[in-house]
Each structure stands twice: as C-alpha cells, then as structure tokens.
C-alpha cells in the first residue's frame, strides 16, 4: 500500500526532450542514438503542439546573456 494521493501505475516517465525538428522521422532518427536503449530503456517519439514564439512581430528575441558571453570570448 502507498500512502498518499497517487494513482497506481506500472509505468513512470523518466523524463523527457522537447526537439525542434522538420518531422517525426527526424526526431526518431535522434531517439535512436540514446545510449540507454542498449540497456532496455523504452523511448517513445510524439508528435506536440508547434511553440510559438512570444515575441511581438517585428521585435527581435533577446538571447541569454551566458549564450551572449560564450560567443563574444
């Protein structure tokens, strides 16, 4: 028995990666080189909702100032 308000569940997400790509067979050929499949690791390739960006048209996104610095050294 567990305590707490959880629901039961034979499988748990371990976590996952949010690709920018032209299609899915892109992102499969990624999956493919995750090392953990070797050892039985199941990965699952879904479709998601395109990201808009949140920018106003017309005015540039500003990019983290750690990005900025590393490009400038």
Do not use: C, W
């Not at 690709?19 to 479709?47: F, H, M, S, T, W």
């Not at 909702?49 to 949140?54: I, L």
């Amino acid at each position: 028995m567990a305590e707490g308000p959880f629901a039961g569940s034979k499988q748990a997400i371990g976590g996952y990666f949010l690709l920018q790509v032209d299609d899915i067979n892109e992102a499969v050929e990624i999956a493919k080189q995750r090392p953990g499949l070797d050892y039985g690791i199941d990965v699952e390739v879904r479709p998601a909702a395109p990201v808009k960006s949140r920018a106003r048209p017309g005015v540039r996104a500003a990019r983290p100032a750690s990005i900025d610095q590393a490009t400038s050294a």
